[in-house]
């Protein structure tokens, strides 16, 4: 149980278009997602909160209008990266969470802006 | 401030060896600490949370609040467990993670 799914698992796109990443709680119902950005043998930077029916909760750093996300179910989230650019290429992992302190990881994105 | 520090990029240990992953906080609040492990191409799963004190492929990490560390142990190590360790910090109310940088365990045959 307890399965988080993203979709799509890499994307390459032009520099100035938009990409959506969506990411799903497959056999429960996520009170809480989040979004994080790994660089390269780096580790997971938490990007932003989102809570279904909410706006999302950004860290400081993040720009809310390239980084959008919307959660507009219990069991989807979905983070657009608006006009991207080769500096946004990185693995984007969201996590779901119960409304406890585990989270439950999806598999990632890799995006590349070309 | 709200800090996990894992000292160790790279641990390398023969098979058979001992292990231990450090990991120290900085949290004013009362921690909620996990162990994530991610093997080569996969997601990152829970391995260990404090609060269950239970041992998972033989891994255990005690909490010692007066050191502020939660390092992850296992005894003996197999090729198997050669993978990027994390470790994470949930914090209260938020339930948001901070993450440590990773150490990557090379078992060694």
């Known amino acids: 149980g307890a399965v988080v799914s993203q979709h799509p698992s890499w994307v390459i796109c032009k520099s100035g278009t938009s990409v959506k990443i969506e990411c799903r709680s497959l056999d429960f119902q996520a009170t809480t997602m989040f979004w994080y950005r790994q660089f390269p043998k780096q580790s997971l930077m938490l990007m932003a909160t989102s809570n279904e029916g909410s706006k999302a909760t950004y860290e400081q750093g993040v720009e809310k209008d390239k980084f959008l996300i919307n959660h507009a179910s219990l069991t989807l989230s979905t983070l657009t990266v608006t006009s991207a650019h080769p500096e946004d290429s990185s693995f984007y992992i969201c996590?779901?969470?119960?409304?406890?302190?585990?989270?439950?990881f999806g598999p990632g994105t890799r995006l590349t802006v070309l | 401030a709200q800090r996990v520090t894992q000292p160790e990029k790279l641990l390398s240990v023969f098979k058979g060896a001992p292990v231990e992953l450090k990991c120290n906080y900085s949290?004013?609040?009362?921690?909620?600490l996990f162990w994530y492990v991610q093997y080569s191409r996969q997601r990152l799963q829970l391995l260990l949370r404090h609060i269950s004190r239970e041992s998972i492929k033989g891994f255990t990490a005690d909490l010692n609040k007066g050191e502020t560390s939660f390092h992850l142990k296992k005894p003996f190590a197999q090729e198997e467990d050669s993978a990027m360790y994390y470790c994470?910090?949930?914090?209260?109310?938020?339930?948001?993670?901070?993450f440590g940088t990773g150490t990557r365990l090379k078992v060694l045959a």
């Open positions: 996590s779901a969470s119960l409304g406890t302190h585990e989270q439950f």
């Open positions: 949290y004013s609040g009362s921690p909620e």
């Open positions: 994470a910090l949930s914090t209260s109310g938020t339930y948001k993670y901070i």
